[in-house]
């Protein structure tokens, strides 16, 4: 190959990259972290054990829960723990995405 071959290669390797990076879905940092809380209260919230449901809880009520386990004001056996490990603005992200998503209750 000679240069002009290489660099339009190049190009057309840059072009293709940046197309596939400007329509890539962006996750947001909420959804991440409630993609941890599926584990134990289910699929999107909805949970098939003797754990409570979380996916018809809103988003305000749910901060505030959250902020209560992590200050100690509410009572808990784990969840205490898990809320320590994020910010107040992390709380409420999470939040405000358990609230999006489809309510199905248990």
């Known amino acids: 190959m000679n ?9 057309a390797g840059l072009a293709f ?6 329509s890539a879905q962006t996750i947001s940092r909420g959804a991440v972290i409630a993609s941890t809380c599926f584990t ?3 699929t999107l919230g909805s949970s098939p054990s003797d754990i409570p449901s979380i996916d018809y809880i809103p988003a305000e009520r749910m901060a505030q829960t959250l ?3 992590k200050a100690g004001t509410r009572y808990s ?3 205490g723990r898990h809320a320590s490990g994020y910010s107040d603005e992390e ?6 995405y358990l609230a999006s998503l489809q309510k199905k209750g248990k």
């Open 77 to 79: 056996t784990v969840m």
């Open 67 to 69: 902020k209560a386990y």
């Open 91 to 96: 709380i409420v992200e999470t939040a405000n």
């Open 40 to 42: 134990c209260h289910g």
């Open 3 to 11: 240069r002009i071959h290489i660099a339009a290669c190049c190009a």
């Open 17 to 22: 990259f940046s197309m596939s990076a400007a």
